[in-house]
């Protein structure tokens, strides 16, 4: 099967509308969100029409923000330690600048995938 973007803003109201799409228009039974806002729109855009999530759709947020794990279903996510991240670009860019430490050109940070009710089906 092909990949489907559907492009929009990173709100649970877009989470929304992607799902009101979903439903009508595509054959997929699965999606990754930009974000855990907008994966947690979908949640809701598809209990609105009386569709559940994590039996035959399966859903991926992205950020594992607290709301995530309090959705129903609990939201799948992947967890990528923003803040970590966060705090090492900050020191990246001070050395930069105070020391002349120059920034590799790519930074790769771990991540990891917190599987929930909207991937297991349970």
Do not use: Y
């Not at 109201?13 to 855990?36: K, P, S, T, W, Y």
């Not at 039996?55 to 996510?77: H, K, M, N, Y």
């Not at 120059?102 to 771990?110: F, G, H, K, L």
């Amino acid at each position: 099967m092909e990949p489907c973007v559907i492009h929009g803003r990173p709100t649970r109201a877009f989470g929304r509308e992607c799902a009101n799409q979903l439903i009508d228009r595509m054959e997929c039974d699965a999606a990754v969100c930009f974000n855990d806002l907008v994966a947690l729109g979908v949640i809701s855009g598809f209990a609105s029409r009386g569709r559940r999530v994590g039996g035959d759709f399966r859903l991926v947020g992205f950020d594992d923000i607290e709301e995530a794990a309090q959705s129903f279903p609990p939201l799948s996510t992947v967890q990528c330690g923003i803040a970590r991240f966060g705090e090492d670009m900050a020191a990246t860019l001070m050395a930069w600048l105070t020391d002349g430490v120059t920034p590799p050109p790519e930074t790769r940070s771990p991540v990891k995938l917190v599987v929930r009710g909207s991937t297991s089906g349970s």
